[in-house]
């Protein structure tokens, strides 16, 4: 929505979104709050080890109370990122980084005059991290000049249920087109788990390389949206050409890099997270696989960050669902149990299944593109 407005010259009209975007945000992360505060019942209900569930619940209190600011957090990025300043994302998420770890360690084990909360000093320090992030990048955002003329703080506007309904319509789908993509991750470790713990951790780390590599496209991405958005606001056929050409060519070059580094390093990266001779054996295995989902996976996060910038996402939701599910889990649950194949043909149910997702997003972005530049030609 901002890079829309934002092409479209429209800037006077940012400040009044984004104050609707900021009721959404605190109003969601209050039932996130709300929520999580409930979750000991679930963690006895999935039959968590006994031992292990007070802990986990008292991390889960102490953490809910940081659920408003990551939520906030997540409204003032979209405003920077929106308008192609994206630097502050950067420098807040790294000052979390750093914050953390010192400031669990203390709350976690205590220290003269400091009491010793055990797990939930680790949930109220990542609270206290999150409000850290989010109160410094408000801060940021009234005091930095290159956003004084959207009046972003001018006045506070009433919830308004049509604006606030129209940032629903789109965000929703975005929302699940994600926990499409996580949920077959995480249903496809848990089958992995049911294998034995020599599959579990070649998959455990043949996943971490995989996210790591990840971050590039997923990053081309969320610049992408920012760019077509800007693109179509302004009615730019030029730039909308460019902005997805650069971005296709620029995630084949990096995805390209990637696949040949697990593939070349396979046995180096085994090598650095076990000495297992079994694990190392099959991570090396799996690492192989992980390069052949380089461009699937590369593609497809790219083609929906494309769409998301036309604002197109109740489409992409379907595609991603039919694709992850009805294609990736049903064709890796198939080969890897009950063809006997194991870790490698779940994650052959992983490539097929981003697969499908890159080529259908793709065709869609192509199809609809070509509207858009239709439309700004006339």
Known sequence: FVSQLNGAGRRHDIGRLFRQ??????????????????????????????????????????????????????????????????????????????ALPPLGWLLMFGAPGVPEFGAAGLGYATALVLWGQALGFLLYLVRSPRFADLDLFERLDAPDLRQIGELLRVGLPMGVSVFMEGSLFVATGLLIGSLGAVEVAAHQITLIMASATFMIPF????????????????????????????????????????????????????????????????????????????YADGIQALSAGALRGLKDTRVPMFIT??????????????????????PQGLWIGLIAGLSTAAVLLTLRFRRLASRRLDAAQA
């Not at 669902?321 to 194991?342: H, I, K, N, P, Q």
């Open 321 to 342: 669902a039919f694709s992850y599910w009805a294609v990736g889990m049903s064709l890796g649950w198939w080969l890897g149990l009950e063809r006997g194949m194991g």
């Open 21 to 98: 975007a900021v009721w959404l945000g605190l109003g969601m992360g209050l039932l996130l709050l709300l929520a999580v505060r409930q979750a000991g019942w679930l963690l006895r209900t999935v039959g968590i080890a006994p031992e292990v569930v007070p802990g986990a619940e008292a991390f889960l209190l102490a953490v809910s109370w940081g659920a408003p600011a990551l939520a906030l957090f997540f409204v003032l990025r979209g405003l920077s990122d929106g308008l192609a300043w994206t630097i502050p994302t950067m420098v807040f998420g790294f000052a979390g980084l750093l």
């Open 219 to 294: 990053g081309v991405a969320q610049a992408t949206t920012v760019r077509v958005g800007h693109a179509v606001g302004a009615r730019d056929r030029s730039g909308l050409r460019w902005a997805a050409g650069s971005a296709y060519v620029l995630v084949l070059g990096t995805q390209t890099v990637a696949a040949l580094a697990l593939v070349a390093g396979s046995g180096l990266i085994a090598a650095a997270f076990t000495d297992d001779p079994a694990i190392a054996a099959l991570t090396a295995t799996l690492m192989l696989f992980a390069a052949a989902f380089q």
